[in-house]
């Protein structure tokens, strides 16, 4: 990773893309906790979320102030999520975010907060592995 030095705070990682995978997250499990699952299920240390289906029993985002948004279901729609995973420590921890719906179709969004989004029926979601240059 280099910083570049005209862009304070900006990472420029050098790195190839690796497999890819298709995979459903049960109903009940926590949507950011179910892809860090299934990237220490598939051996990726590192990914990319590439595209996602389902809905949510309920949904919390955070705020540009970072208080949690609270979206009650039933069916808390994915409108689109974006976000990658990356290794800590022996572990892999998912940073994703999102716009959501509300059963009356109105629209919030930000990063989901881990624990709060509970899988409802099913969700299907693609994985890219990352491959960063040692």
Not at 54 to 62: I, Q
Request: glycine residues 12%.
């Amino acid at each position: 990773m280099n910083l570049m030095p005209d862009q304070p705070g900006s990472v420029v990682e050098k790195g190839r893309m690796g497999r890819v995978a298709y995979a459903r997250i049960a109903p009940n499990e926590d949507l950011v906790r179910g892809i860090e699952k299934l990237c220490l299920a598939e051996g990726f240390e590192n990914a990319f979320v590439r595209g996602a289906l389902g809905s949510l029993v309920d949904a919390c985002v955070l705020a540009n102030d970072g208080t949690e948004i609270h979206v009650s279901g039933p069916a808390v729609e994915i409108v689109s999520l974006a976000g990658e995973v990356r290794s800590k420590d022996g572990s892999v921890e998912a940073s994703l975010s999102g716009v959501v719906a509300d059963p009356s179709g109105i629209i919030h969004g930000g990063p989901f907060v881990s624990g709060g989004n509970p899988i409802c029926m099913t969700f299907e979601v693609t994985l890219e592995e990352w491959l960063p240059e040692a």
